[in-house]
């Protein structure tokens, strides 16, 4: 195994054998050993915090190439695991999938238990559950069984729309009294919470934008990220992975903030200003 730099070991691991052994454990329990290997995950641990251009020999010692090591295969399975989830949750609105057809089912009879049918659609609540688990994903949390999340999700999601429209004191439609007057309600709410994204959006920096857009619509991984050009600091260096991630995580925040507030904030007339 060639490796651009020299590990110093200690009694855990007094070779390099018994550290790779360790690592092929670790990407085993992580279901990557498929994805990656031992000499991968150190090289890009190595990258974490040196140049690999650099020509002479750099000494590191085991527990920090350790620590290193787990946060490359933490990101890595938080990649996969977004890719995953993002999979199950557009097999969902796919109309030619029959799980699709009873999850739907599932979640309108759950809008009508609460009397929300007129108000919101089986699809918004998934989408509304969908970003709530890419924000838990970022934020490090693994989804082990993506439609299992999303049912209890969803329903959450339901029961959090019922409180606010009962403390905001809306109309509660249910499925019989569905009307054109319910449509156009219905509309106002979707084009309400588009404004405010739309909003919340553009009060966060160039920076900020261009970070939430190559992670959330393009699906770039942290580390494809701080390789991307648009991203490199002032002396044309990448970022690294982990700030990369840290700084994403703070956009994701600040955008989640200001979209509430903008909300919060929301008269019914202000939904033509999109």
């Not at 855990?12 to 329990?29: A, G, M, V």
């Not at 920096?205 to 699906?219: D, P, V, Y």
């Not at 770039?220 to 648009?230: A, C, F, K, R, T």
């Amino acid at each position: 195994m060639y490796l651009p730099f020299q590990l110093v070991y200690d009694r855990e691991y007094p070779t390099l054998e018994s550290f790779r052994l360790f690592l092929q454990t670790c990407l085993q329990k992580s279901n990557l050993g498929h994805l990656h290997d031992a000499e991968d995950i150190m090289k890009k641990a190595y990258g974490l915090y040196f140049d690999a251009g650099e020509s002479k020999a750099v000494i590191i010692q085991l527990a920090r190439m350790k620590s290193s090591c787990m946060e490359v295969i933490q990101d890595i399975k938080q990649t996969e695991n977004k890719k995953h989830f993002n999979h199950a949750v557009q097999a969902l609105f796919d109309s030619d999938n029959p799980e699709s057809l009873t999850f739907c089912a599932s979640i309108a009879r759950t809008l009508r238990q609460y009397r929300l049918s007129g108000t919101y659609e089986p699809k918004e609540i998934i989408a509304e559950a969908y970003a709530r688990g890419v924000l838990k994903i970022d934020q490090g949390e693994i989804i082990q069984i993506p439609l299992a999340w999303l049912r209890r999700t969803c329903l959450n999601v339901i029961r959090d729309f019922q409180r606010k429209q009962t403390k905001s004191d809306k109309p509660k439609l249910d499925g019989e009294a569905y009307s054109p007057g319910g449509v156009a309600i219905e509309h106002l709410l979707w084009q309400e919470d588009l404004t405010a994204i739309r909003a919340a959006f553009r009060q966060l920096n160039s920076e900020e934008q261009k970070i939430l857009h190559a992670r959330i619509f393009q699906g770039l991984s942290w580390q494809e990220i701080g390789e991307s050009e648009q991203f490199f600091n002032q002396d044309g260096l990448s970022l690294k992975p982990g700030t990369a991630r840290q700084r994403g995580a703070r956009a994701l925040q600040k955008l989640r903030k200001r979209y509430e507030q903008i909300r919060d904030e929301f008269p019914g007339s202000q939904a033509d200003d999109a």
